[in-house]
């Protein structure tokens, strides 16, 4: 009885530890089976997670920029508009006319003034030989008038030589270098008194940077409207010889776009500073569609061909009036100044300063006597000069 309880016991000991193994193995399983699973399930799952919410973030993003920008262009576009159809009012490319090729010639004295106003002082001779006062200036364009001279332009004068445009039986010119504010103070009313048109020949930096001494762009937009000619000297007063095309660029186009957008009106023609040019810059006017210049030499006579060289006819400042009478062919004996003419500020002159140059001035327009040894002042006149 002893021996088969115990053989029972030890069968059921047995089957106790073999279920008990059973479920440990089968506990380890599970283990081992569930750890491989979760680790399988969660990369996936965290990737497609992040893949799927960044990429339309980044997708999305780009698409609103190009449209922002697209819809701002036209709006940027439209302001510029009447910008430059303002700058097509200037009309820069006016190509000169063909000539029709008759070879002809004009006699038209270009006459050349810088300043219109008393010189300082006789001791700087060439400022002196530069300056022509008020009164005899006046004095001159009397002279003209009634000696039946008619004002043009220089565009006239090549019309003319190019295709045969009519002009009067005694054409003149009358130009001004470098653009002092006495040719708007002095010389632009006296011009309008009798009539006659001039041809300003600025420099455009001095107006840019607002000299004193030289005319202001409202000045010149006054002188133009008016009906006076504003032509180009230049940006600055420079040599222009052997220069590079980009210098060329600056001092010539640029000034000529300064003026044209001031005025409206076309600058076709322009005065060498100081006289001075080479092949070179005659070939850069050609191909920047100027139709001439002008120069300091002396001449009045003018042929098409010579277009970028028309001489010019030099009046100084101690130039008495029987001798410009006689430069253009006409005599000054029934041209006196009359009495009404007589310039009131000369006494206050005399008084001030008796040494200043203008004083001969008013005598030598009553009196026709010379206003100072004409040698001694007339030889630096013989170089080029502003």
Request: charged share 15%; proline share 10%; with cysteine.
């Amino acid at each position: 009885m002893r021996i088969h309880l115990g053989l029972t016991g030890l069968a059921l000991w047995l089957m106790t530890s073999g279920l008990t193994a059973c479920a440990a193995r089968s506990s380890i399983s599970a283990e081992q089976l569930l750890a491989p699973t979760s680790t399988a399930t969660l990369p996936p799952s965290a990737t497609a997670t992040s893949t799927v919410e960044i990429v339309p973030t980044q997708t999305s993003s780009p698409t609103p920029l190009p449209t922002k920008t697209a819809t701002s262009q036209p709006t940027v576009t439209e302001e510029p508009v009447p910008l430059e159809s303002t700058a097509v009012l200037t009309p820069m490319p006016i190509a000169p006319p063909q000539s029709d090729g008759v070879a002809r010639s004009a006699e038209a004295p270009i006459l050349m003034y810088h300043y219109i106003s008393t010189s300082p002082s006789a001791q700087d001779r060439i400022r002196y030989g530069l300056s022509v006062p008020p009164e005899m200036f006046e004095a001159q364009l009397k002279l003209l008038q009634d000696n039946g001279f008619k004002t043009i332009t220089l565009r006239q004068l090549y019309e003319h030589l190019a295709g045969g445009a009519p002009l009067p039986e005694k054409p003149i010119i009358l130009t001004f270098d470098d653009g002092y504010t006495d040719n708007y103070s002095n010389a632009f009313p006296i011009l309008q008194k009798y009539g006659m048109v001039g041809t300003f020949f600025v420099l455009t930096g001095p107006a840019d940077d607002g000299h004193p001494s030289y005319l202001t762009w409202d000045m010149i937009q006054e002188m133009s409207d008016a009906g006076m000619d504003i032509q180009l000297h230049s940006r600055e007063h420079l040599d222009m010889r052997n220069r590079s095309y980009d210098w060329l660029v600056f001092q010539i186009i640029g000034g000529r776009q300064s003026i044209e957008g001031h005025t409206g009106k076309p600058v076709i023609f322009m005065a060498y500073p100081s006289g001075k040019y080479d092949d070179n810059v005659q070939h850069f006017l050609r191909s920047t569609n100027f139709w001439g210049a002008v120069t300091t030499a002396s001449g009045s006579r003018h042929v098409l061909q010579d277009a970028l060289i028309w001489d010019r006819v030099r009046i100084s400042g101690q130039l008495r009036l029987q001798d410009f009478a006689k430069l253009l062919g006409v005599s000054v004996a029934a041209q006196r100044v009359t009495p009404r003419q007589t310039a009131t500020p000369t006494a206050p002159r005399h008084s001030i300063d008796p040494t200043d140059s203008p004083t001969p001035t008013s005598t030598a327009v009553y009196t026709e006597t010379p206003f100072v040894t004409p040698t001694s002042i007339q030889s630096p006149l013989m170089t080029p000069l502003p």
